[in-house]
């Protein structure tokens, strides 16, 4: 398709919007099969994590995304931030413009392969175009992002050679991973919230991607991830041993936009269970260093004191912070899991709520806040891997966190 091909006209407008009812009823069955057909090229299918195509929750949040594009065709701009999102995930994992044309081909032979007859030839040159319209901004959000890791203090293109220096147990099912450059230069400082792409190839399994939250003060020499050690996962079981120690691994620049803004005009508060104590970490001591930061709250939710992540540093914050800072700590093997109406009860009324956690989690806290009247605007919110429904009642825009690899 060339590049005169590729705008949204108003009959393709039109053409997309009627195939939501198809959508609706067969869009997982569509991203199954693309997924499929993605995974059988070994130059693509390294993109991707097998645990999320094991569970099933790429294809279903992909077809939640190609859902909610189709929805929205025709006013792309409630869209902003979940393009955002998708452009720093697939910057962070090295997605290229010459991985496009691969998930293309294989979403349009899945459309045909799934909808049969029903996919005319004016249906699939409307998808077409409606993929590479998106693609086509993707590509280019994608180029601005490459060019400002790659101009910025330490910055770098591409896959970068770190060493696992050090792995300290930061709770009883969390090690904290000190990577150091092998070329022994400075590093992009990074903004607190954000993580890093890791390629990894695990000794007896090969090679593997993933994203991990920077945890370390932002520096130009060294970075840090936590990492939450889940039973049977090969990946995290190997980080959350002292083998890795010394071996290297690859990193992408530092990537997200999970972040503070310049100013509050209200108070913060910080919500977040079990390892979704990541992207928070930076983000709390970050305001604790403002001369002239907002008030912060901390809800910390987790199993046991032994399985709170950077209990250590939370209490310090809070304890230099002359009253600024308070810090809540639920115990779900003591009190049970909190519900929205105990986590609005210890943050201020007018906070600005940022939250990250599993997913069951943040789905049920989300949709409470929502429905005890807590508005949209200040709700801020992180998933790792791709969304599988977090949002799916009571938001305009729905947080979808992959479209393509």
């Not at 004016?122 to 490459?146: C, V």
């Not at 889940?230 to 002292?242: E, F, K, P």
Request: proline residues 6%; contains cysteine; negative net charge.
């Amino acid at each position: 398709m060339s590049t005169s091909d590729r705008s949204l006209t108003p009959d393709v407008i039109a053409i997309i919007k009627a195939t939501v009812p198809a959508l609706e009823a067969h869009g997982l069955a569509i991203t199954t099969e693309m997924y499929s057909r993605l995974l059988a090229n070994p130059a693509i299918s390294e993109l991707f994590d097998p645990t999320h195509q094991s569970k099933g929750t790429q294809p279903r949040a992909l077809a939640m995304a190609v859902l909610a594009y189709a929805k929205n065709i025709d006013n792309l701009g409630v869209m902003g931030g979940a393009v955002e999102r998708i452009a720093q995930k697939h910057v962070s994992l090295e997605i290229l413009p010459e991985h496009y044309p691969h998930v293309a081909t294989a979403l349009l032979g899945a459309i045909k392969h799934v909808l049969g007859d029903a996919a005319t030839p004016a249906i699939l040159d409307a998808w077409g175009r409606a993929y590479w319209a998106l693609a086509d901004i993707l590509i280019g959000r994608e180029h601005q992002l490459y060019d400002v890791s790659t101009h910025a203090e330490g910055g770098w293109t591409g896959w970068r050679n770190f060493k696992i220096v050090q792995a300290i147990r930061e709770c009883e099912n969390v090690t904290t991973l000190e990577l150091r450059p092998v070329d022994g230069k400075t590093v992009i400082q990074p903004v607190p919230g954000q993580y890093l792409g890791v390629d990894l190839d695990i000794p007896g399994h090969g090679q593997t991607r993933r994203n991990y939250s920077i945890t370390s003060r932002p520096n130009h020499e060294v970075y840090a991830i936590s990492v939450r050690h889940v039973q049977d996962g090969v990946v995290s079981s190997w980080l959350n041993s002292h083998d890795c120690e010394g071996h290297e691994v690859r990193l992408s620049p530092p990537a997200g936009n999970f972040i503070l803004p310049e100013h509050f005009d209200a108070p913060v508060a910080f919500v977040f269970a079990g390892i979704g104590a990541t992207p928070m970490i930076g983000m709390i001591e970050d305001l604790a260093a403002r001369s002239h930061g907002p008030a912060v709250s901390i809800v910390q939710i987790a199993h046991s004191v032994d399985a709170a992540p950077f209990s250590g540093r939370l209490e310090d914050i809070v304890r230099k912070s002359g009253g600024r800072i308070t810090l809540g700590r639920r115990l779900t093997s003591i009190d049970g899991r909190p519900d929205a109406e105990w986590i609005a009860s210890h943050i201020p009324h007018n906070a600005t709520i940022y939250l990250c956690g599993p997913v069951d989690f943040m789905r049920d806290t989300i949709q409470g806040l929502l429905k005890i009247g807590i508005s949209t605007e200040r709700l801020r919110y992180e998933t790792f891997g791709p969304d599988t429904g977090v949002t799916d009642e009571g938001l305009e825009e729905p947080l979808i966190d992959t479209l393509g690899p």
